[in-house]
């Protein structure tokens, strides 16, 4: 991509200036790969994991930083699986990604990790969810950006020390119904190519 606007250094008499400008050109080159199974015939099991080798380069005349490049890792994993006569489904969910690049830093992020608990009552009118996020805690929630050039350097971390827990009570009125569409009436003569 070239042209990108992304965000910039610039110099300003002393002051270093932290701005956007459409000065960038970005290249991207990865791999990921996908495996889904069953694990002990019950248990849905979905691992994604991949890498990228990303490249930021600032072409203007006035670039502080004029290239940030590193290798990305990405993944993630999803369990889920039903007890109780397929009644209650319960999930876990786990990701990592980094470190994440940009022109003007690199992201250092730690693994996450959610739960998902949830089941249907009084003939699926009431449907109750529990979801756990941020299992991992105050780590997991933040970030570290770290930013140099020359003498310059500059390290901002951030951290969330919430974890949340959250319940869902829905009830259904009407008719239970899924969004898969087979009528033959309708077509997408609409959609531009």
Known sequence: MNNAITEVYRKDGELLVQTLNNAARYNSV????????KLFKK???NINSGFDYNVYEDNSE???IEKNSG???RGNINLSTKFFKDKISVSFSGRQDGPNYSLLSKRITK??????ISTNLLNDKISISL?????????ASGFTDISSY???YQKVETTNN??????ILTYNFGKKFNDKIDSPDINNNDIRR
């Open 131 to 139: 979801y756990g996020r941020n299992l991992l805690g105050k780590p």
């Open 71 to 73: 290798y990305t890792f």
């Open 150 to 152: 020359g003498n310059f």
């Open 43 to 45: 248990v849905i099991t």
């Open 111 to 116: 693994p996450y990790l959610d739960f998902n």
């Open 30 to 37: 990865g791999f990921s790969l996908g495996i889904k199974t």
């Open 162 to 167: 919430s974890r949340n827990l959250l319940l």
């Open 62 to 64: 006035m670039a502080v």
